[in-house]
Nanobody, 127 residues
Framework: QVQLVESGGGLVQAGGSLRLSCAASGRTFSNYAMGWFRRAPGKEREFVAAINWSGSSTGVAASVKGRFTISRDNAKNTVYLHMNSLKPEDTAVYYC????????????????????WGQGTQVTVSS
């Protein structure tokens, strides 16, 4: 089992920045590829960013490309989502997720390919 706890959400004005953190515990963190997803009110959960076990491969959604980046620190068992130039449409609950160890080297945009999920952190961007 892997336990994931997100933090760093909050209220920010449009154009501002936030850094979300996801702390993992329970198993060897570096065995897992990680992802960030979000769910806005009345919308489906959507992919935001993903990173492989080593951090050598990353991907972000087109809607956040150039504004968001994902990184990880395996020594701290933490994955980050760096969010810049935030827009009101970025308002959502943000979730981190982990894939099983078999997929540590790969990225996935599909939420059903992630096994472990955090409880989410709210990000609200005011206009």
């Amino acid at each position: 089992q892997v336990q994931l706890v997100e933090s760093g959400g909050g209220l920010v004005q449009a154009g501002g920045s936030l850094r979300l953190s996801c702390a993992a515990s329970g198993r060897t963190f570096s065995n897992y590829a990680m992802g960030w997803f979000r769910r806005a009110p009345g919308k489906e959960r959507e992919f935001v960013a993903a990173i492989n076990w080593s951090g050598s491969s990353t991907g972000v959604a087109a809607s956040v490309k150039g504004r968001f980046t994902i990184s990880r620190d395996n020594a701290k068992n933490t994955v980050y989502l760096h969010m810049n130039s935030l827009k009101p449409e970025d308002t959502a609950v943000y979730y981190c997720a982990a894939r099983t160890a078999s997929y540590a080297g790969t990225l996935s945009l599909r939420p059903d390919e992630y096994t472990y999920w955090g409880q989410g952190t709210q990000v609200t961007v005011s206009s």
